[in-house]
């Protein structure tokens, strides 16, 4: 048996089914690729839940502009999962990656695998999050990704023998749109946004540490990403809706240390998102690292960029997790 089965076979049945998993998505393409590819993946639900979309068809594109690399997106995410990159020489930390793409696509390279192939390398098994869109015209879109994320933390930890995790260990990062399914989960990881359908529900789904990047952390109106509300809600949102689900309004004792980055000049999601979150955690006493650029626009995620000082994002989180002892 190889490398690849031996690491699956116990996944399967922790994952409560003995089928196939689904493979992640990818795309026939002639352009190379920067970092590698996960060894395979984890379903979050079983088939019976009604938590799938057999109607539903995956589409992959690959949009990148430079040839030398793919910078691949997915939507119509019919069956959600993580996509998995376990570290060569394990320290027993965890992070689950949750790509952007503003609730219509998965951007799962630059802000997904390209992460995961960061932390291996300081020895940091990751999980990239594949889950539902909301504009994919599924029901209860408020919840929807933050079950997947909550699903995913649990699974996680689940499987945290067979990936030598220290189950206590886990963090996660999210881009963009998936930083608000980052934020929520930092916040809202007790709330309960589905029905358990197993023994895995009942592990705990807080982060050890969430890094929102560039991300949508408000739904109020005057700050908020402009597609958020019309994704999520549609053309309105109530001040009810705003204080149950809007992460800057749900920080309490619970919510994990942060780390944030955002570019000034961000024209899509207003850099308010993060400084307002920032006040909000500080206000409550949640340990917070801010990284606020003066140019980066939006999206940047790992894409080179050695003359913008963006691009040493990636190792300042690398410190911020290890000073909160996820490589303990």
């Given amino acids: 048996m190889d490398r690849r089965s031996l690491l699956l076979t116990p996944l399967v049945l922790a994952a409560g089914s003995a089928v196939a998993q689904t493979p992640a998505p990818d795309v026939a393409t002639k352009r190379g690729l920067a970092w590698p590819e996960p060894i395979g993946t984890i379903d979050l639900w079983p088939k019976v839940t009604g938590q799938l979309r057999p109607d539903m068809k995956e ?23 993580i996509a998995i990159f376990p570290a060569a020489n394990p320290n027993g930390g965890a992070m689950l990656i949750i790509p952007g793409g503003g609730f219509s ?49 649990r699974l996680i930890r689940a499987n945290a023998a067979r990936f030598k995790i220290d189950p206590k260990r886990v963090g996660v990062a999210g881009f963009s749109a998936g930083g608000f ?16 359908v197993d023994a895995v529900d ?33 053309k309105a949102i109530s001040p009810q ?35 307002t979150f920032r006040e909000v955690l500080k206000a409550k006493g949640i340990v917070v690292e801010t990284h606020l650029f003066a140019t980066g626009g939006h999206g940047f995620g ?27």
């Fill in 202 to 234: 009942e592990l705990d789904a807080r982060p050890l540490i969430a890094a929102p990047i560039y991300a949508v952390q408000s739904l109020d109106p005057a700050i908020a990403y402009s597609g958020t509300i019309p994704s999520l809600f549609g």
């Fill in 105 to 153: 696509w998965n951007y799962f390279d630059h802000e997904g695998y390209q992460l995961a192939a960061h932390f291996n390398r300081q020895g940091v098994t990751c999980f990239v999050l594949f889950y539902r869109l909301a504009n994919d015209g599924w029901a209860g879109k408020p919840d929807l990704a933050t079950a997947d994320a909550q699903r995913a933390m």
């Fill in 241 to 275: 809706q705003i204080a149950r689900y809007s992460p800057d309004h749900n920080v309490d004792a619970h919510t994990p240390p942060c780390f944030m980055v955002h570019a000034e000049d961000d024209n899509t999601v207003p850099v308010a998102n993060t400084t």
């Fill in 302 to 328: 790992m894409k080179p960029a050695p003359n913008e000082p963006y691009h040493l994002w990636p190792d300042l989180l690398v410190n911020f997790t290890r000073r909160q002892g996820l490589m303990a």
């Fill in 59 to 81: 589409v992959v594109e690959d949009v990148s502009t430079d040839p030398n690399i793919k910078v691949r997106r997915v939507q119509g995410i019919s069956k959600p999962r």
């Fill in 181 to 196: 399914v980052t934020a929520s989960l930092a916040t809202r990881h007790a709330v309960r946004t589905y029905t358990p």
